[in-house]
């Protein structure tokens, strides 16, 4: 499916262009951004390998990343990112992620976010369960996958190694029949 296109009342979601690297950078660049997430803050040249990258991904067929901008309705602006990856072990299943800028927190903006990427995988592309992992000690992203209708499955241990340690990721997921009886 190109291009992915998907709104809500006050967020899109819209396919990665060339020059978007800059606002991609203000969020993978961040300490802040990426203080619960699986890496350390990004370069402008390694933000800028990932929209490359996720740019001809987007035409891949069959497609299995969907890695989209999150655009904020009212001013038109990268206010994040935000990406589902086709699980190539298991069947009609996909991970899902996202991230915004600190300046976008607080406002509801991560539940529209995760509700719209839900949408493209439960109503655009016929998956049956979508997942995502986050930090222990993330407690707003818990709050948001819970609100999106998301039942927190478990624990990975020492899934993730950063910052010169290993971190446990908390899973989250939801399956196509959570998704519609919400609906």
């Not at 990856?85 to 991970?95: E, F, I, L, S, Y």
């Not at 998301?150 to 029949?177: C, N, P, Q, Y």
């Amino acid at each position: 499916m190109h291009p992915v296109e998907r709104s809500s009342a006050r967020l899109e979601l819209r396919e990665l262009a060339p020059d978007d690297v800059d606002a991609v950078f203000a969020v993978y660049g961040s300490a802040e951004a990426t203080e619960h997430l699986s890496f350390e803050p990004r370069t402008r040249d390694q933000v800028e390998q990932i929209v490359t990258r996720s740019i001809a991904a987007a035409t891949a067929t069959p497609r299995t990343e969907y890695a989209l901008a999150v655009i904020e309705r009212e001013t038109g602006e990268l206010i994040g990112f935000g990406r589902l990856a086709v699980d190539p072990h298991q069947q009609r299943g996909a991970t899902m992620g996202f991230a915004l800028r600190p300046a976008s927190w607080g406002v509801g903006y991560g539940l529209e976010t995760v509700k719209l990427l839900l949408g493209v995988a439960f109503d655009d592309l016929d998956l049956h369960r979508v997942w995502g992992a986050r930090s222990p000690l993330n407690t707003a992203s818990a709050r948001t996958m819970e609100a999106a209708g998301m039942v927190e499955e478990g624990t990975i241990r020492e899934h993730v190694f950063k910052a010169g340690k290993w971190r446990d990721s908390v899973v989250h997921a939801i399956l196509d029949r959570e998704w519609n009886a919400a609906a």
